[in-house]
C-alpha cells in the first residue's frame, strides 16, 4: 500500500511496503470470523455480491471475503504486494489506488478498507468509495489494533521500539474514524462493532510481525531496525520462549452510502 500523500519520514519508503511484502504476507494475521459475520448481517449482503477490498495488501482480508462465495475487486498499488496473493475464482485483482480504484460507478455493493485506510486521503478517498457504491452500498474501515500492554512479550517488544524509537507511535489507531467517514457528506449512519482475539504465533512469526511494520521500518532506519530485531529476539532467549501470543482488538466502523 502506498500513500496519496507520505506524512513525514522519508517519502519514498513511507507507506511503500516493497520491502516488507515477504514478511507482510508471513505474519500479519486474519480477522475474526465473528466480525465478518456480524458485518455481513449488518449489510445483509447476497450472495456473490460486488464488493471492493481498498488497499488489499497481500490479500488476507481479501481471501476471507471471498470464501465466503462473495465477488470480490482487490485494489493494490504495489506489485510486491499483489504478487504475493493466493489465487482465487472468486477474486480480480487491480493496480489502483484509495482514490484511483478503476472500477465502474455504481458497480459495488460493499467496499472495505482493511489495516489500511490511514493511509489514505479522505478527500478524494471518499468521493471515489462513494462513486463505486450502488445506492444504499456500505463502507467498512477496519483494523487489528494490537494490545501491547496486554501480553508480557508484547509488552517488552514495545518497550525495546520506543528506548530506540522515541518519537514512534500507531496514533491514527486512536482517530475519531466515524468522523473522518462523515466528514466529506458522502456517507453517514456509522455503526462500530469490535472483537477481541488472539493469535498463536512462532517466535519467527512473532519477529516478521515488526519486520512486517512500515512506518517503525521507516522511522528507525536500517541500523536502528536492525538493533530492535535483534533486542526483541534476545528477549525471547532469554523468557525461552518459541512462540507468543498476541491479543488483537480488532475494530471496524461501517458508513451507509448517501444517496
Not at 50 to 64: H, K, N, P, Q, S
Not at 84 to 113: N, R, Y
Not at 201 to 210: D, I, T, V
Amino acid at each position: 500500500m502506498k500513500p496519496q500523500n507520505s506524512p513525514g519520514g522519508t517519502p519514498e519508503k513511507l507507506g511503500d511496503f516493497t520491502d516488507q511484502a515477504t514478511a507482510y504476507h508471513t505474519a500479519r494475521p486474519g480477522y475474526p470470523s465473528d466480525l465478518l459475520e456480524h458485518l455481513s448481517n449488518h449489510i445483509s449482503l447476497p450472495p456473490r455480491a460486488a464488493v471492493t477490498d481498498l488497499g488489499a495488501g497481500t490479500g488476507i482480508f481479501t481471501a476471507e471475503l471471498a470464501e465466503r462465495g462473495l465477488s470480490v475487486s482487490a485494489v493494490e498499488p504495489n506489485a510486491q504486494m499483489r504478487e504475493m496473493a493466493k489465487p482465487h475464482t472468486c477474486v480480480t485483482w487491480i493496480d489502483g489506488t484509495f482514490d484511483q480504484t478503476h472500477l465502474p460507478e455504481g458497480s459495488q455493493q460493499w467496499v472495505v478498507a482493511a489495516q489500511a485506510f490511514h493511509w489514505a486521503d479522505p478527500t478524494t478517498a471518499l468521493p471515489e468509495a462513494h462513486r463505486i457504491l450502488k445506492p444504499a452500498g456500505y463502507f467498512t474501515v477496519l483494523w487489528n489494533n494490537r494490545l501491547n500492554h496486554d501480553a508480557p512479550a508484547l509488552a517488552q517488544a514495545w518497550a525495546v521500539i520506543k528506548h530506540f524509537v522515541p518519537d514512534f507511535d500507531d496514533n491514527y489507531r486512536e482517530n475519531d474514524w466515524p468522523e473522518v467517514l462523515t466528514s466529506t457528506g458522502h456517507f453517514a449512519d456509522v455503526h462500530p462493532f469490535q472483537v477481541r482475539h488472539e493469535i498463536k504465533m512462532p517466535r519467527e512469526r512473532f519477529l516478521n510481525l515488526w519486520r512486517s511494520h512500515n512506518r517503525l521500518n521507516t522511522l528507525a532506519g536500517p541500523q536502528r531496525f536492525a538493533k530492535i530485531i535483534k533486542a526483541i529476539e534476545d528477549d525471547l532467549d532469554r523468557a525461552e520462549m518459541q512462540s507468543v501470543t498476541v491479543p488483537y482488538l480488532c475494530k471496524s466502523w461501517t458508513a451507509r452510502r448517501n444517496d
